[in-house]
């Protein structure tokens, strides 16, 4: 694991987007695997403004979301999928149905999970997966006790997690869902390249645990110490308790 801590979010982001614009310059037909929430939005303005430079292209590459949540309407603008589409999908140039995600609104949710899988695969598997990390260590939403050999499934968020994206549902815990789709850490830990952000004092414990602690399903993004090509970005907040 390849921990870096620098000034703001700003740097940090310049940094994720060398890793991903390196990889497009590469292989133009990457596929990307696309977190939401805050921490990679400096990376999604990064990456909006090198393509409006002309410096990187998604024309020819894929995207898969981490997660989603269970029963939100399909106009719902806190719908992962529709804050994806918003904060980044948008505003590059991928291709129309290149980007995809779990499908919250799913009749037979074991089956459309289990298809999630089947695309990933279908698709060579997640080249650059960018991640953020919750408070309570969750990477994508496998909340404190799930799997290291996890896949797609549905998950109860645990009330922090609710709290915690409170702030996305007017300050009220109520309307934040109970329920989401989220790839597991055994699909997260295919992916080739994880590149986690994290900023701020209330991420401090949780990176303590990711980096210095041991590897626990309490801790469910201890996982990634047994990544090959683990980045973890920081700024100097979050790597606050680090020793
Ligand atoms: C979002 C996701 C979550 C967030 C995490 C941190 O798709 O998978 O794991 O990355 O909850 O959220 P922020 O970045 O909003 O602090």
């Given at each position: 694991?390849?921990?870096?801590?620098?000034?703001?979010?700003?740097?940090?982001?310049?940094?994720?987007?060398?890793?991903?614009?390196?990889?497009?310059?590469?292989?133009?037909?990457?596929?990307?695997?696309?977190?939401?929430?805050?921490?990679?939005?400096a990376v999604y303005d990064e990456l909006t403004a090198?393509?409006?430079?002309?410096?990187?292209?998604?024309?020819?590459?894929?995207?898969?979301?981490?997660?989603?949540?269970?029963?939100?309407?399909?106009?719902?603008?806190?719908?992962?999928?529709?804050?994806?589409?918003?904060?980044?999908?948008?505003?590059?140039?991928?291709?129309?149905?290149?980007?995809?995600?779990?499908?919250?609104?799913?009749?037979?949710?074991?089956?459309s999970c289990a298809a999630y899988e089947q695309a990933?695969?279908?698709?060579?598997?997640?080249?650059?997966?960018?991640?953020?990390?919750?408070?309570?260590?969750?990477?994508?939403?496998?909340?404190?006790?799930?799997?290291?050999?996890?896949?797609?499934?549905?998950?109860?968020?645990?009330?922090?997690?609710?709290?915690?994206?409170?702030?996305?549902?007017?300050?009220?815990?109520?309307?934040?869902?109970?329920?989401?789709?989220?790839?597991?850490?055994?699909?997260?830990?295919?992916?080739?390249?994880?590149?986690?952000?994290?900023?701020?004092?209330?991420?401090?414990?949780?990176?303590?645990?990711?980096?210095?602690?041991?590897?626990?399903?309490?801790?469910?993004?201890?996982?990634?110490?047994?990544?090959?090509?683990?980045?973890?970005?920081?700024?100097?907040?979050?790597?606050?308790r680090l020793q």
């Open positions: 694991m390849e921990v870096v801590i620098l000034d703001d979010a700003r740097d940090l982001a310049s940094v994720a987007a060398d890793a991903i614009t390196a990889l497009l310059a590469r292989k133009p037909d990457a596929v990307l695997g696309l977190a939401t929430g805050s921490s990679p939005l090198r393509h409006g430079r002309g410096e990187v292209s998604f024309a020819q590459a894929r995207a898969f979301t981490l997660d989603e949540y269970v029963g939100l309407p399909a106009g719902h603008p806190e719908r992962y999928r529709t804050v994806i589409d918003r904060d980044f999908v948008t505003r590059v140039d991928f291709a129309p149905d290149a980007v995809r995600g779990p499908d919250g609104l799913a009749d037979d949710i074991p089956a990933i695969a279908d698709a060579g598997g997640v080249d650059l997966q960018i991640l953020g990390i919750g408070s309570v260590g969750h990477i994508a939403f496998n909340e404190p006790g799930s799997s290291f050999a996890s896949r797609t499934r549905i998950k109860t968020l645990t009330r922090q997690t609710r709290l915690d994206n409170a702030r996305f549902f007017d300050g009220d815990v109520d309307q934040v869902p109970t329920h989401c789709l989220t790839q597991g850490l055994g699909t997260i830990m295919a992916a080739r390249h994880v590149v986690l952000l994290a900023t701020g004092a209330s991420k401090a414990e949780a990176v303590h645990q990711l980096v210095e602690g041991p590897v626990s399903a309490l801790w469910p993004a201890t996982i990634l110490q047994h990544h090959p090509h683990a980045t973890v970005l920081l700024d100097p907040a979050a790597a606050g």
